[in-house]
């Protein structure tokens, strides 16, 4: 008896724990990868980021001494659960002023919907801390890991 009277309860805590939380807000807009103004730049630079030797040579001709110089690093692609993750960030000097995401998880609809809502968030946290340690979006844990870890790398390449 006493057994039942826990597992009753257990099962209305949890109950109340999921109606308790809430969805999350749709914009309506059209999916958005990058966080500046420039993005149709990025599509032409992003095209030859298909392997993981092609986003070391990204960082390789911008200036690493010039100090308000704008440049453009690529970080590692993450695999995910999903898919691959991978950023572009374009740095003016040290601060970050965009980040690009050039691969996400897109292999179905729910993906898509997912990634629309999660990497505006991620792009504007990044940008605001000016570093890679930023909360990761709920509902979007595994491209937030990604994210987060492809923008460490990008930033660590930008350093050295």
């Known amino acids: 008896m006493r057994r039942a009277v826990v597992t009753s309860a257990a099962t209305a805590a949890g109950v109340v724990l999921l109606l308790s939380l809430k969805p999350h807000e749709t ?23 298909t392997g993981a ?25 993450v695999n995910t659960r999903y898919g691959p993750v991978q950023v572009q960030v374009t740095l003016a000097g040290s601060r970050i002023t ?10 179905d609809r729910r993906d898509r919907e997912i990634n629309a809502d999660a990497l505006p968030v991620l792009n504007q946290e990044a940008i605001s801390a000016q570093n890679a340690q930023i909360d990761a979006v709920s509902g979007a844990t595994y491209t937030s890991d990604g994210y987060i870890r ?6 660590d390449r930008a350093k050295g």
């Open 150 to 155: 492809s923008l460490q790398s990008a930033l």
């Open 98 to 107: 965009t980040v690009d995401v050039v691969k996400y998880p897109t292999q």
């Open 53 to 77: 030797a092609d986003t070391s040579a990204s960082p390789t001709p911008a200036p690493a001494s010039g100090g308000g110089a704008t440049r453009k690093v690529s970080g590692d692609t």
């Open 27 to 49: 914009t309506g807009a059209a999916p958005v990868i990058s966080s500046g103004a420039g993005a149709g730049s990025s599509s032409g630079s992003g095209s030859g980021t």
